[in-house]
């Protein structure tokens, strides 16, 4: 397993991360 | 970080077992730089479920380094939020990412030697520990923070 599944949805994730016992990861980039 | 250190097998893997990834493309979301306060990017935020930050980064990071900070975080998340049961795991962790890492090792060392101390109240081994800081990293933040030890000894 490799691949990161990136969300676009925060509020979703943080329900996610709930869920999971897990911390969420932002990553705030620029494509340039 | 989409180019290098993403696509990096031990970074995916690492990523997918312990957090759970948010992405924003801040051209097409510029809003964002003002809701996460984040004029610049790349910029790394590793947050809670209740929103609550422990971390953040800002520029590139190589895969190597990556992984100290994500250690890191996670270990600050649990001294943050009081788990003492599972900081000194995550401090041996961190420890051992960060080897050889001018700037995350003397940190990973000074976490560890506060998660060692929460989870024993035993003093004399965090000055202990907290002297391998200041004997190993002098010039480094984190040996100036330990460097306290020598004022209450």
Not at chain 2, 32 to 45: G, Y
Not at chain 2, 54 to 80: Q, T, W
Not at chain 2, 127 to 143: C, Y
Request: proline share 7%; no cysteine; charged share 30%.
């Amino acid at each position: 397993m490799a691949e990161v599944k990136w969300r676009q949805d925060l509020k979703a994730a943080r329900e996610e991360a709930r869920g999971q016992g897990k911390l969420v990861l932002v990553d705030l980039f620029n494509p340039h | 970080m989409g180019a290098v250190t993403y696509p990096e097998p031990s970074v995916g893997s690492y990523i997918e077992t312990h957090f759970i990834p948010v992405q924003f493309n801040v051209v097409d979301q510029p809003e964002v730089k003002e809701r996460f306060h984040a004029p610049w990017t790349p910029t790394l935020i590793v947050e809670d479920a209740e929103g609550r930050e422990h971390r953040r980064s800002e520029g590139y990071l190589d895969p190597p380094r990556f992984l100290g900070e994500m250690v890191l975080a996670r270990l600050k998340a649990a001294l943050n939020r009081f788990d003492y049961g599972r900081a000194p795991t995550l401090a041996e962790e961190a420890r051992a990412q960060t080897q050889g890492d001018p700037a995350r090792e003397p940190e990973a060392i000074y976490w560890s030697a506060v998660a060692a101390y929460r989870a024993s109240d035993d003093v004399d081994q965090l000055l202990q520990t907290w002297d391998e800081v200041v004997g190993r990293f002098p010039e480094s933040e984190w040996g100036k923070r330990a460097a306290y030890t020598r004022f209450v000894k």
